[in-house]
């Protein structure tokens, strides 16, 4: 029975997985499990009965009628047709192209959050407004800066979305070989950036034991800030990488299926490049002015109401700059 429910896993692989495909798939799988008891209650062997089965029901286009999916399979081998294979060098070039973007936005991330280290160690050093004004808004530019290059480095990418684009059994094995073998790595990275964001609180109680003086106190909320700047990073490098991989293999369908795991491809293109930046740096520019205003004018009880109004104006823009 496995060797007949892989078979028909096979003959599915490349339909999308709307409800209505996924009610023709049940039921042939049981009129395939019928005609195999069937057959063995007359004495046939498994194999036997396995190859009969094969036989009679293998062959999904000669079912389709009898299923109701004639016209979901017909426009998916046409759409095959029309789909420009991806070539080994396209897709080494996307996955290393994604994962410098993930490098890139990694560290602006943490740019941002460790921006607010010069006004902590600034006022501890007494250095007031001459180290941590310039210091934070020149970490927030570097780090906004990274946002933009990021967001051009995909833009590369991004032919992958906007043609028909498709990859072949030979590159799927690859590409599924690749992921498996990443898996293990992004577990790792995954775990210690949320240990890291966990325990970012440990320094401060170090630091709150050992302090000699104003500044070596005020080490620890800063390395807080580092702590979580390092998960944040690990977090967002190792989950982007991983997608990376299950953008390509839902290429040949509406979603890419590995066991448990499902990753429905969805790509919002804009109408012209300046709007596709904005939008893509937008959310770590605001978290940088809700920090910038609250750090400056100490204004914690206020400066909130810079996050409802983000997400008003966030709505607008992509409803205005949106394409499809």
């Known amino acids: 029975m496995d060797t007949i429910r892989s078979y028909l896993e096979s003959m599915f692989k490349n339909l999308p997985l709307t409800d209505k495909v996924m009610r023709a798939k049940s039921e042939l799988l049981q009129m395939m499990e019928d005609k195999y008891t069937e057959l063995i209650k007359e004495g046939k062997s498994e194999n036997e009965a396995v190859g009969i089965v094969i036989s009679e029901f293998g062959n999904l286009e000669d079912l389709v009628d009898d299923l109701?999916?004639?016209?979901?399979?017909?426009?998916?081998?046409?759409?095959?047709?029309n789909r420009r294979l991806?070539?080994?060098?396209?897709?080494?070039?996307?996955?290393?192209?994604?994962?410098?973007?993930?490098?890139?936005?990694?560290?602006?991330?943490?740019?941002?959050?460790?921006?607010?280290?010069?006004?902590?160690?600034?006022?501890?050093?007494?250095?007031?407004?001459?180290?941590?004004?310039?210091?934070?808004?020149?970490?927030?530019?570097?780090?906004?800066?990274l946002f933009i290059i990021s967001a051009n480095i995909r833009e590369e990418t991004r032919f992958v979305f906007r043609e028909h684009c498709?990859?072949?059994?030979?590159?799927?094995?690859?590409?599924?070989s690749e992921r498996t073998k990443y898996i293990s790595t992004y577990s790792i990275m995954k775990s210690i950036g949320i240990l890291c964001c966990i325990l970012c609180f440990i320094p401060s109680m170090i630091f709150d034991e050992i302090a000699t003086s104003?500044?070596?106190?005020e080490?620890?909320?800063?390395?807080?800030?580092?702590?979580?700047?390092?998960?944040v990073f690990l977090i967002t490098y190792s989950t982007k990488t991983k997608k990376s991989y299950d953008i390509l293999l839902s290429l040949n369908g509406d979603m890419y299926e590995n066991t448990n795991?499902?990753?429905?491809?969805?790509?919002?293109?804009?109408?012209n490049k300046t709007v596709q930046t904005i939008i893509s740096v937008y959310w770590p520019t605001i978290i940088c002015i809700y920090l910038s205003v609250s750090f400056i004018t100490n204004d914690w009880h206020i400066s909130w109401i810079i996050w409802p109004v983000s997400a008003v104006i966030f709505s607008i823009l992509k409803a205005i700059g949106r394409e499809n």
């Open 68 to 81: 109701g999916i004639k016209d979901i399979y017909t426009e998916q081998r046409t759409e095959k047709k």
């Open 86 to 145: 991806l070539s080994f060098d396209e897709i080494k070039m996307f996955i290393e192209k994604r994962r410098k973007a993930a490098i890139l936005t990694g560290l602006g991330i943490v740019l941002c959050i460790c921006s607010v280290i010069c006004p902590i160690l600034g006022e501890a050093a007494h250095l007031g407004e001459v180290f941590f004004i310039p210091g934070m808004f020149l970490t927030i530019g570097i780090g906004v800066a």
């Open 166 to 176: 498709g990859i072949d059994s030979v590159q799927t094995d690859y590409l599924k």
């Open 214 to 217: 104003e500044l070596i106190e």
């Open 219 to 231: 080490l620890g909320p800063s390395f807080l800030f580092v702590f979580v700047g390092v998960g």
């Open 261 to 271: 795991f499902y990753y429905e491809k969805k790509e919002v293109v804009y109408k």
